[in-house]
């Protein structure tokens, strides 16, 4: 079930937050980051809005987002906020009011505001204090907010492959999944099964 784009990101996590969190990824033993400057960060956001539908609205002015240095620094500096968040809560240590102080500050660049569609119906959006970065940021927060609110922490892991760095949500039934992917849980069982067999002691 893995989905690539340009850059070779992947949507497999079950969350938007998370998704982002994956965009830090290894390739070939080295960490590659997929947003490298404002053109990935653009794209990647394309294509995550089109896997995350159930997104919130976010009510904008119309004004297209400027994809800049400063918005792709924000995104990762909270980027690597959330990964050490789902570090922590993975490895069941105890999160403090600190872990949480960029998720708040992006939380408050938004309001949850009623707003009437042209059919005369009342629908719930967020409207933003900042048309550029919050149209982004708020987002990706809300999807933290919920992933760690309203879904159960024992179902978030790290990817049991050694050289693998993704996250993701265990939707599975019996919640048993340990692999962010079927590519991942071959790679992982193909070592295994190698240095098992180099391991083994022959007769002579």
């Known amino acids: 079930m893995e989905e690539k784009i340009a850059g070779d990101a992947l949507f497999l996590s079950g969350s938007l937050a998370l998704d982002l969190v994956n965009t ?6 080295k960490k590659q980051d997929l947003l490298s400057s404002p053109n990935d960060l653009a794209q990647w956001w394309q294509a995550a809005l089109s896997h995350h539908p159930e997104r919130e609205e976010i009510a904008g002015d119309g004004t297209p987002i400027a994809w800049t240095i400063d918005l792709l620094e924000e995104v990762k500096r909270f980027r690597q906020s959330l990964r050490l968040l789902c570090s922590t809560l993975v490895e069941e240590q105890t999160t403090t009011p600190p872990d949480l102080t960029m998720l708040n500050q992006l939380l408050a660049l938004g309001y949850r505001s009623a ?3 042209p059919q005369g119906e009342i629908i719930a959006v967020y409207r933003v204090s900042d048309q550029q970065k919050g149209r982004v940021l ?28 993704l996250f993701f949500y ?14 991942c ?20």
Not at 170 to 183: V, Y
């Open 115 to 117: 707003q009437a569609t």
């Open 138 to 165: 708020l987002p990706l927060a809300l999807s933290a907010l919920r992933l760690f609110t309203e879904t159960q922490r024992q179902r978030l892991h790290k990817c049991k492959n050694d050289r693998c760095i």
């Open 185 to 204: 849980l071959n790679r992982s069982r193909s070592s295994h099964h190698y240095h098992q067999h180099r391991n083994v002691s022959y007769p002579r």
């Open 24 to 29: 830090e990824m290894i390739v070939r033993r």
């Open 170 to 183: 265990d939707t599975s039934k019996g919640g048993t999944r340990q692999w962010c992917s079927l590519g």
